[in-house]
């Protein structure tokens, strides 16, 4: 194999990364948009035809020119308040309950008799 070859091979390897991870936030930023899965469906199948249309683009510049337009469409139609799991990091219940601090004791058998 080329060195020409090689850079060519790898150059098509990090376009078809980024186009896959372009692909995967956009999906999830449409369940942003689309909160019920009965709206959200049609829109994940228009996303996936507009990715499926170009599929076949064997140009690298034409290429990285259309990631570079993909990922700007992206950026510019982001969810401003995108919905985060509750328990994840930013969620409303992230860290709501976090460990006592210490000399704090907590007691588990509360109110049962040592006699019983």
Not at 47 to 53: C, D, I
Not at 65 to 70: D, L, N, T, V
Not at 100 to 108: R, S
Request: net charge positive.
């Amino acid at each position: 194999m080329s060195v020409a070859s090689a850079l060519y091979l790898a150059r098509r390897a990090a376009q078809k990364e980024r186009v896959r991870i372009l692909y995967r936030r956009a999906l999830k930023d449409t369940l942003n948009w689309a909160v019920h899965r009965h709206l959200f469906y049609p829109d994940a199948d228009a996303l996936r035809e507009r990715f499926e249309a170009n599929r076949n683009v064997d140009n690298i510049e034409t290429i990285d020119r259309m990631i570079e337009a993909g990922e700007a469409t992206y950026n510019k139609w982001r969810h401003p308040d995108p919905y985060i799991v509750p328990w994840a990091p930013g969620g409303s219940k992230f860290c709501r309950n976090p460990p006592p601090t210490q000399g704090i004791e907590i007691i588990y058998n509360y109110g049962r008799e040592d006699n019983v």
